[in-house]
């Protein structure tokens, strides 16, 4: 089985340890995150998917929405350069990798834009709520027992729950809703065949840096005001390492083991977290329906069975 840490066959056959990066040269890192079941990592990402842009969320008024967007890709795309090195990955990976890394890139860049432009406008809960209804045909594809699809069922209808008259509040920001939702399913779908193409988290470095060039003129001047104070720019840092770079290598890491269906049902975690997020951070508290909705979610995911693709 090939796991993130694995370093490419191309790298050992000339020798060239430069071209290794640091997330998959230790041994040490290879053995963590063999020893951990891919639900856990998982869990970290769920808690980070949203922990970050809840934060992020109280720095729109300082930088603007798609400011923040791109602090938040640069930051990511930053960390991950020197670790990965993502132009030695472009050079010795196939057109088809190739291909792959930059749709994954431009998936990355826009989702995360759309995705910041919804939050400025809807709750964090209801958002995520219409993240995992992007899910649903992915999930669907793999389910192949009652079990399964009445665990599904209650997913569904706890999501509906969450979604609550808001829903038709606000066309605008529905709409980035749905966009980002539907390109959360593309980041599912391309980084689930990145996970398994052998490139790694040095791949997902790759693809940040290509999001990096695609929002690069979009947000650059709503950002400026960050690098006038120290402050704002070590907290929207702490936002892109939080959003960006935690939650995507976990992802990774739980994708590489877990079949894309079981990964996109698990999806269904994320009103839960993104619900205590938006009460602890944004102090959006919900509804009696609303936590119906998250308990239904919760059973659900509890009763799913993980199949094999």
Request: charged letters at 10%.
């Amino acid at each position: 089985m090939k796991t993130q840490t694995q370093i490419p066959t191309a790298n050992r056959a000339t020798g060239d340890t430069g071209a290794r990066s640091a997330l998959t040269r230790p041994t040490t890192l290879a053995g963590i995150a063999e020893a951990l079941p891919p639900h856990v990592w998982f869990c970290f990402s769920a808690v980070f998917h949203y922990l970050g842009p809840a934060f992020a969320v109280l720095l729109f008024a300082q930088v603007g929405v798609l400011g923040m967007a791109w602090l938040r890709i640069a930051t990511a795309a930053l960390v991950f350069a020197p670790l990965t090195r993502p132009w030695r990955v472009f050079a010795r990976t196939d057109r088809a990798q190739r291909l792959l890394l930059l749709a994954f890139g431009a998936c990355l860049a826009v989702m995360n834009c759309s995705f910041y432009l919804a939050l400025d406008r809807l709750p964090i809960s209801l958002v995520a709520a219409i993240e995992f209804v992007g899910t649903i045909a992915i999930a669907l594809v793999g389910l192949r027992s009652r079990r399964n699809f009445a665990a599904f069922a209650v997913a569904v209808v706890g999501t509906l729950l969450l979604i609550d008259v808001k829903w038709l509040s606000d066309p605008i920001g529905l709409s980035w809703a749905f966009l980002n939702g539907a390109l959360f399913v593309g980041y599912i779908v391309i980084g689930h065949r990145v996970a398994q193409a052998g490139v790694g988290i040095a791949g997902l470095g790759a693809a940040m840096a290509v999001a990096f060039l695609v929002v690069l003129p979009i947000g650059f001047r709503e950002a400026l005001p960050a690098f006038s104070s120290p402050q704002l720019l070590a907290a929207a840092i702490g936002v892109g390492v939080c959003s960006s770079v935690i939650p995507y290598i976990c992802d990774q890491l739980a994708m590489a083991r877990l079949p894309r269906a079981s990964f996109a049902l698990m999806l269904s975690l994320l009103p839960l977290t993104a619900t205590l997020i938006g009460v602890i951070v944004l102090r959006q508290v919900p509804s009696v329906t609303d936590c119906i909705g998250v308990a239904l979610v919760i059973a659900g995911v509890a009763f799913h069975k993980p199949v094999q693709e």
